[in-house]
């Protein structure tokens, strides 16, 4: 038992180390700044547009150039710092003191946990600007929609539950995708040797369905992912829809998992 806790201990240790190593005070401050472009952008647009409700507010802060980015702002948390590490050797030296799979296992952790928790707390703090603060600062025009809430698109069907749980799921949705597409910059860095590529191949993947399948058959659209995570501009769709291209996007990401971790020990050209 105390062999096992101090294996735990150790653990916690080097995870935390990470992050400390990989989140230093100025990039916190940046993604910081950048989480709160939406916010900026909101207040310089917002004469422009009507906002009737909460509703058209939080899903104004991510239409646009937030849902064109997002991929690329998930693989900038930690990704981008993990393909440094490796174009630099750093992970060379890291290795000589735990086995492959261990390191791996930990960066890996810090990056699908700190991917997720930036990109909650961004939804989940636009959710409680949206529907607490807006209000209060007399930002919404209150003008009756003749759509009720939970048929405007597809998730809002969750405010049967209540505002809050609608917040807190949606959030977590967008969160789990960013962690997600991160994750497979993650493991395109680990098995291709063009870092560029490796790290732009996520944003493809993302991008091109949102052109390609349209042009095949407009129901395709509820499919792929920018209508999936953010389907703020078609007609509302069974929630079930989202999860077919989220379910692939899950299967992708094991079967790389499971590719990388049984070479793991073949990597050593590109560690």
């Known amino acids: 038992m105390g062999s096992e806790n101090r294996g735990l201990s150790q653990l916690n240790y080097l995870i935390f180390n990470e992050f400390k190593n990989a989140f230093p005070v100025k990039k916190v401050m940046l993604i910081v700044v950048l ?28 239409e646009g150039v937030f849902s064109m980015v997002f991929v690329l702002a998930a693989t900038f948390i930690y990704a981008l710092h993990f393909s440094s590490e490796i174009k630099n050797r750093f992970i060379f030296y890291e290795r000589t003191r735990m086995s492959i799979r261990k390191l791996l296992s930990i960066k890996l952790t810090v990056l699908n946990s700190s991917t997720f928790i930036v990109f909650f707390l961004l939804g ?25 809430i939970t048929s405007r698109h597809t998730f809002t069907q969750l405010f049967q539950y209540g505002p809050v749980v609608y917040g807190l799921l949606y959030s977590g949705w967008i969160a789990l995708h960013a962690a997600l597409f991160a994750s497979l910059a993650f ?29 095949i058959d407009i129901s395709f659209m509820p499919f792929w992912f920018v209508d999936s995570i953010f389907p703020f501009g078609y007609v509302q769709q069974p929630i079930w829809t989202a999860f077919v291209p989220f379910i692939g ?21 590109l560690l």
Do not use: H, W
Not at 252 to 261: E, K, P, S, T
């Open 187 to 215: 493991f395109f860095t680990l098995i291709m040797s063009n870092a560029y590529i490796a790290l732009s191949l996520p944003f493809l993947i993302y991008m091109i369905g949102a052109f390609l399948l349209p042009s």
């Open 249 to 269: 996007l899950l299967f992708v990401c094991i079967l790389l998992f499971v590719y990388v971790y049984t070479r793991a020990e073949r990597l050593d050209n």
């Open 35 to 62: 989480m709160l472009f939406p916010l900026i952008y909101f207040f310089i647009r917002k004469d422009q547009y009507e906002f009737p409700d909460e509703l058209s507010i939080f899903t104004f802060m991510f």
């Open 124 to 148: 989940i703090g636009y959710f409680i600007f949206s529907f607490y603060i807006a209000p209060s600062l007399e930002l919404i025009n209150a003008r009756p929609i003749d759509k009720p």
